[in-house]
């Protein structure tokens, strides 16, 4: 099935701890986007990557650091994980924007990271 | 920078009433405006869109007009169902509305 998949879909882990995620899209789109859904449903931009290069790079403690190792996958790296990383997150994908206009995402299933 | 307001729920309503959700948007230029709906558990996926002004964008009964003149794209459906109980996220670019959460009892 074409998608976006991301893994794993569960996350519980320990503070302190170092922990990634990873997504991968077969839609042949050339954006992949992370992001950051809190416990009220507030959806919120952290890091995009177009054809492998980074062009947003959102107001994110420096302990979250994305990687890109191709079109198809990015991957989302957090080191000392706090209380306040407890989220879903989301990747997704799209085509290319044109001039100020974006193309609709194309969202995964999400991860929900659980910090005790 | 965009930006995009839209009502906050939770909206309740029963089956077969009429439903709107309010979005405004601020953005420079003009940019494709869109409708995601996330059902519980699951992502996020696009319900329609609309790429320039005066375009309706509609899908499976629901419906949205992108109004430059009050920087407005309102979420309607005339009759909604128990299946249409979702969280419904107005976007443009990568800034999301907050989320108007609905339920639909029977």
């Known amino acids: 099935d074409t998608a976006v998949s991301q893994t794993p879909k569960y996350l519980v882990t320990q503070m302190g701890n170092d922990k990634s995620i990873k997504c991968e899209q077969n839609l042949g789109h050339d954006t992949m986007y992370w992001y950051k859904q809190d416990s009220k449903k507030f959806l919120k931009i952290m890091f995009s990557y177009n054809n492998k290069e980074l062009i947003i790079n959102e107001t994110v403690p420096n302990r979250f650091s994305p990687k890109s190792p191709d079109k198809a996958h990015l991957n989302l790296h957090i080191n000392s994980l706090e209380l306040g990383d407890s989220a879903v997150y989301f990747c997704?994908?799209?085509?290319?924007?044109?001039?100020?206009?974006?193309?609709?995402?194309?969202f995964g299933p999400g991860t929900r990271l659980t910090v005790l | 920078g965009d930006s995009v307001t839209q009502m906050e729920g939770p909206v309740t309503l029963s089956e077969e009433a009429f439903l709107t959700i309010n979005c405004t948007y601020t953005a420079t230029g003009y940019p494709s405006l869109f409708w995601y709906v996330q059902y519980p558990g699951e992502g996020l996926q696009l319900l329609l869109k609309?790429?320039?002004?005066?375009d309706k964008g509609s899908n499976k009964g629901f419906e949205a007009t992108y109004r430059k003149e009050t920087t407005s794209f309102h979420l309607e459906k005339g009759s909604v169902q128990v299946s249409d109980s979702a969280v419904y996220f107005c976007a443009l670019s990568t800034s999301f509305g907050k989320g108007t959460s609905l339920l639909v009892t029977p």
């Open positions: 997704a994908s799209s085509l290319r924007t044109s001039g100020s206009s974006y193309n609709e995402q194309f």
């Open positions: 609309a790429t320039k002004a005066d």
